[in-house]
């Protein structure tokens, strides 16, 4: 348990709120002038103050402490949510400081800056700063991993699955630690962590376990669709476990594989080539403008126009479901965008993270994640993709009496 924190007088007390509110000010600042030069389109500025946040009390080394934090508004609409980063909103009222370590820790604080850094935010009594407590502290995360890993799925049902095998830098490891994960939406169109494991390389065994265990803690029923990369592992594992799912290759790989193929003049025109593709209104479409893409790059680069042609079934296979979902289902997205922070935060650790400690920390940036992800567009439709309706160029077909 954390000590109890130490009472303060009146003049203590006004002292650090005056310390807290300058050091948040300060990052105000620090903000707003790093968008000074966006505009809305009205020509004036985007990014604004806008009063402050209800005041709320924090828990520091010196007793609770009162705040104001300045709100800042988006006027350009561009959905760009700014707050600050020493008192985010999910760190509440009467949380201990058991909340605010694992998000100094995920948010870039190496385990031995602990101490400095929530002495400079909390006081020079912070509690909680001892190695013994952060130790406990990783381990409450390693207990949840666990107990999350072996939840019962019976009666689960997912409708598409998101796959890849996330790489990072680890601890006296001369290979690069490889995670595999899986989000799934299920029939309400809700994203969830389905699958967490340590995959040590992205092998067809790897996926194979992963698969296995996800059935054997009751996850019967397969997803309709599964959105990877084009490593070979995990659809030779597929096709083994859930061989009725169909495969949709992730379009920023395929993209990014083909482009790797060609020279760095071209690259912006090829882009542009395959973008017209998967843009397409419907596979006829599409196929043409695949078909332009091979007679353009297969003479001079044939490794290219080869790269892109050997998935074709598999890079098209979207059309085949509703038009609304096609911008969840054509990428990897949810995990790319989830997983980018992690793998910033690893590069700062200079690879001294352990494998387990690792794979703890992705499940806990998980958890953070999830609250920000959105529900998918025209959830209605996915009942009917389980019931195996049929849907061409996005369309729902209607079989009609003759």
Request: net charge positive.
């Amino acid at each position: 348990m954390l000590k109890a924190c130490v009472p303060v007088g009146y003049h203590q007390r006004a002292y650090w709120d005056r310390l807290l509110a300058q050091a948040i000010e300060a990052e105000i600042a620090v903000l707003l002038a790093q968008y000074a030069d966006h505009h809305d389109p009205q020509g004036r500025q985007a990014i604004v103050r806008n009063g402050y946040l209800p005041e709320r009390e924090v828990q520091t080394g010196v007793g609770a402490v009162r705040v104001k934090v300045p709100r800042v508004r988006d006027r350009s609409g561009s959905g760009l949510r700014l707050h600050s980063a020493l008192l985010p909103p999910y760190i509440r009222r009467s949380k201990s400081l058991e909340a605010l370590l694992p998000w100094l820790y995920l948010k870039g604080v190496s385990t031995g800056d602990f101490s400095e850094a929530l002495q400079a935010l909390l006081g020079p009594e912070a509690p909680g700063l001892s190695p013994a407590t952060i130790s406990r502290l990783k381990q409450g995360w390693h207990d949840e991993l666990t107990q999350w890993q072996g939840r019962n799925l019976k009666g689960k049902r997912y409708v598409y699955f998101w796959v890849d095998g996330v790489y990072f830098e680890t601890r006296l490891e001369d290979a690069r630690h490889c995670i595999l994960v899986i989000i799934g939406a299920d029939a309400q169109g809700h994203k969830e962590l389905v699958g967490l494991w340590d995959g040590r390389r992205e092998s067809e065994q790897s996926w194979k376990d992963l698969w296995l265990d996800l059935q054997s803690h009751g996850l019967e029923h397969a997803p309709a669709l599964a959105i990877g990369d084009g490593a070979l592992g995990f659809w030779k594992a597929l096709r083994q476990v859930y061989g009725q799912t169909r495969w949709q290759r992730c379009w920023v790989h395929k993209t990014a594989n083909v482009l790797d193929k060609l020279p760095k003049d071209l690259q912006a025109q090829a882009k542009q080539r395959l973008q017209a593709i998967w843009m397409a209104p419907d596979r006829q479409r599409a196929e043409r403008a695949f078909d332009l893409f091979i007679a353009a790059y297969e003479g001079k680069y044939p490794k290219a126009a080869e790269c892109l042609a050997q998935d074709r079934e598999v890079l098209l296979a979207f059309y085949d479901f509703p038009a609304e979902h096609w911008g969840h289902i054509r990428t990897t997205n949810p995990i790319e965008s989830t997983f980018a922070t992690v793998r910033t935060r690893t590069d700062k650790t200079r690879g001294c993270l352990s494998r387990v400690t690792m794979l703890a920390m992705v499940f806990k940036l998980y958890q953070s994640a999830a609250k920000r992800w959105h529900r998918l567009r025209a959830a209605h439709y996915l009942p009917e993709v389980i019931q195996g309706t049929v849907f061409k160029d996005g369309l729902r077909v209607e079989h009609n009496a003759a």
